[in-house]
């Protein structure tokens, strides 16, 4: 059974970096596609970056274009959101997401069979 534990969140200003981590277990982690997405109150999850399972491709979101940049490291089964330039507007809980059946990365969130408990990023203006 597959587990993900983010951390890395915390409350910041605006202008600062943030790096969150997530920690892949109970699969092969090269097999999976990996994603982060993030959520308001009152608002659906949606999708903020992913990566494929070798690295060699990634896609955002065009709200963190430019500012975040995702990144894997296979050999310690972990992905890593680096957030820089951040915006009050970037306050979220951010999750991670891992499927080993996707083709291709996916911006949606119901494709995405694994999820972690997520961490609390706010900005402040």
């Known amino acids: 059974q597959v587990q993900l534990v983010e951390s890395g969140g915390g409350l910041v200003q605006a202008g600062d970096s943030l790096r969150l981590s997530c920690a892949h277990s109970?699969?092969?982690?090269?097999?999976?596609?990996m994603g982060w997405f993030r959520q308001t109150p009152g608002k659906e999850r949606e999708f903020v970056a992913g990566?494929?399972?070798?690295?060699?491709?990634?896609a955002y979101a065009d709200s963190v274009k430019g500012r975040f940049t995702i990144s894997r490291d296979n050999a310690q089964n972990t992905v890593v959101l680096q957030m820089t330039s951040l915006k009050p507007e970037d306050t979220a809980v951010y999750y991670c997401?891992?499927?080993?059946?996707?083709?291709?990365?996916?911006?949606?969130?119901?494709?995405?069979?694994?999820w972690g408990q997520g961490t609390q990023v706010t900005v402040s203006s």
């Open positions: 997401a891992a499927d080993r059946t996707l083709v291709f990365i996916d911006r949606r969130t119901r494709e995405y069979r694994d």
């Open positions: 990566i494929s399972r070798s690295g060699g491709t990634t």
């Open positions: 109970g699969g092969t982690f090269s097999n999976y596609i």
